[in-house]
């Protein structure tokens, strides 16, 4: 599986979460049952890294959201951010950009126009922060 299925992934699986408070295992069941796939290894294990740092994420989230409030956004943009926002600081093996990238093309697929812009300029406003602090 490419990389970028298993973003897509773990976005599904975020996305989801927003709707229900189900366990990952519920959440793979339903996936594996209404769609006939395979969760990977990788999304399964950004999906516990946000709940496991959910509030340090989302903090951050909202740092970078002027003039907005997380609850205000709509939840691809939430769920976009939190996946990006996760790899952006615990997976080191990930370039920044790349995170960024993919995030922003998650947005355009399953999002709006507004979307898309908005979350490049969140996780932009993050790169230059983590960037800063090293």
């Known amino acids: 599986m490419k990389r970028h299925e298993a973003r897509e992934q773990a976005f599904f699986l975020i996305f989801e979460r927003t ?3 189900a366990s990952l295992e519920e959440l793979v069941e ?4 209404a ?10 294990n950004v ?11 989302d903090g951050m989230i909202e740092k970078h ?12 943009a939430v769920s976009v951010l939190r996946t990006a926002v996760y790899e952006m600081l615990y997976e080191e093996k990930i370039p920044v950009s790349v995170s960024i990238n993919e ?3 998650i947005a355009k697929t399953y999002g709006s126009t507004e979307d ?19």
Not at 47 to 57: L, N, Y
């Open 19 to 21: 709707f229900q408070e």
């Open 30 to 33: 339903s996936a594996q049952l």
């Open 35 to 44: 769609r006939d796939i395979t969760i990977c290894g990788f999304a399964q």
């Open 47 to 57: 999906f516990h890294g946000v709940e496991k740092h959910g509030e340090e994420i």
């Open 65 to 76: 959201c002027i003039g907005w409030t997380k609850n205000r956004l709509s939840r691809v």
């Open 103 to 105: 995030a922003v093309e």
């Open 116 to 134: 898309a812009s908005f979350v490049n300029g969140v996780l932009g406003s993050v790169a230059k922060e983590l960037e800063s602090a090293q």
